[in-house]
Structure formats: structure tokens, C-alpha cells
């Protein structure tokens, strides 16, 4: 089974800085990766698909890099409602199965 | 508006089988680009896939809870259930029904999430 391996576990930041959260796979994922946002008490949102493509509505803020087993997503200036719990997730192959990271919270410092 | 909705018993006794139904509207179950997965979240941590079926009734399941569980759907009704037995307190998570979207080149993720139903296990 594949492992996702996120970093930090928590990300303190002020509004206006720019996030940077890391997933890591235990080996290559291709491109199959998304990540998620997760407010509490809220259910996950899908922000990235496929690495790098932002799911409908999603503001130009968030972006997504990486392939094979390093993945990134960047949130380019933090607003307000973006602290939050962010995963990423893999998608195997066939039959399709997934996996999701431990998660990085990012806090108000 | 694609719309999906977890429900289930409020309380479940170890050893008890547990049976979740997720109701969707806004789209169908026959779509060939679409499926419904399960996934839970105990309190506090992080988010586990569990199982995942589709259009075509082909399904699969999280290796380790394999033995444990069994999704299946009812066009007619909108409705995908799943089975989980052997209830554990262990077991006790917010569990969420979503939608699978075939994205481009076999990117297949979750693009519509119920609101999660919490289920405790306890005697």
C-alpha cells in the first residue's frame, strides 16, 4: 500500500503569507494526487485533481506541483477562511484504491 | 445541485453490524463517469477510504477492512449502502458518502461530500 507522508503537521502563518504544504509518496503516484481542504466541524472540499488542476470554484490562490512521489500545494497569500486542515490523497491504479496523507493544519500565528 | 446525504443508527453496540445508507440526488448512479465511495474520520484524525462502487457495480475495498465490509446500490432509490461488521469501539468515526469523478486521464477523486454522519460504538 502506498503511504502519503505530509509535512509540517502544522503550519503557523499570518494572513497574507504564502503556505507551503508538502506530500511525499512512498513511491510514484504519477499524477494521481488531490488534495483537500477541511474546516472544523465541515466536510472535506476537493481543491487539486490530478496534481495540478484546480476543482471547479476553487480562487487562483491555491495551486498544485509535483509528480512521481513529491507533491506541493501552495496557497500564494492566506485569506482568513483558508486556516484550516488540508490532505492530500493518491489515487492506485486498478482496481482503483486511496489513500490519504495525515493531514498539515494550518493555523493563525 | 448534486446533493448527497449520510444515514444511519445513532448508537451501535460492539459486535453489532452496522449499515449506512447514502442518498444522492443530482446525478445518476448509471453515469459512467461517476461512482459513490465511503470514507470515515475518527474524531481528531485524519481521513480513511474505505470502499468505493461503480456505474457498472464494480467495487472495491480498503485491504485492511476488506473482510468487514460491503457496499452495494439501489439505483431505483439513489441509494448506496454499506455494511461494516464486527463494530469495534475503534470504530467510532464520522463516516461520509461522496461522489467519484472520472476526471481527465484516470483521475478519479472526490468532487461532492455528504455531511458525514457520526456513529458511536458503544455497549
Known amino acids: 500500500e502506498i503511504v502519503l507522508t505530509q509535512s509540517p503537521a502544522t503550519l503557523s502563518l499570518s494572513p497574507g503569507d504564502r503556505a507551503t504544504l508538502s506530500c511525499r509518496a512512498s513511491q510514484s503516484v504519477s499524477q494521481y494526487l488531490a488534495w483537500y481542504q477541511q474546516k472544523s466541524g465541515q466536510s472535506p472540499r476537493l481543491l487539486i485533481y490530478a496534481a495540478s488542476n484546480r476543482a471547479t470554484g476553487i480562487p487562483a490562490r491555491f495551486s498544485g506541483s509535483g509528480s512521481g512521489t513529491d507533491f506541493t500545494l501552495t496557497i500564494s497569500s492566506l485569506e482568513p477562511e483558508d486556516f484550516a486542515v488540508y490532505y492530500c490523497?493518491?489515487?492506485?491504479?486498478?482496481?482503483?484504491?486511496?489513500?490519504f496523507g495525515q493531514g498539515t493544519k494550518v493555523e493563525i500565528k | 445541485q448534486v446533493t448527497l446525504k449520510e444515514s444511519g443508527p445513532v448508537l451501535v453496540k460492539p459486535t453489532d453490524t452496522l449499515t449506512l445508507t447514502c442518498t444522492v440526488s443530482g446525478f445518476s448512479l448509471y453515469n459512467p463517469k461517476m461512482g459513490v465511495t465511503w470514507i470515515r474520520q475518527p474524531p481528531g484524525k485524519a481521513l480513511e477510504w474505505l470502499a468505493h462502487i461503480f456505474s457498472n457495480d464494480e467495487k472495491s475495498y480498503n485491504s485492511a477492512l476488506k473482510n468487514r465490509l460491503t457496499i452495494s446500490k439501489d439505483n431505483s432509490k439513489s441509494q448506496v449502502l454499506l455494511t461494516m461488521t464486527d463494530m469495534d469501539p475503534v470504530d467510532t468515526a464520522t463516516y461520509f458518502c461522496?461522489?467519484?469523478?472520472?476526471?481527465?486521464?484516470?483521475?478519479?477523486?472526490?468532487?461532492?461530500w455528504g455531511q458525514g454522519t457520526l456513529v458511536p460504538v458503544s455497549s
Open positions: 490523497q493518491q489515487r492506485s491504479h486498478w482496481p482503483p484504491t486511496w489513500t
Open positions: 461522496a461522489r467519484t469523478y472520472y476526471f481527465v486521464s484516470g483521475n478519479l477523486f472526490f468532487d461532492y
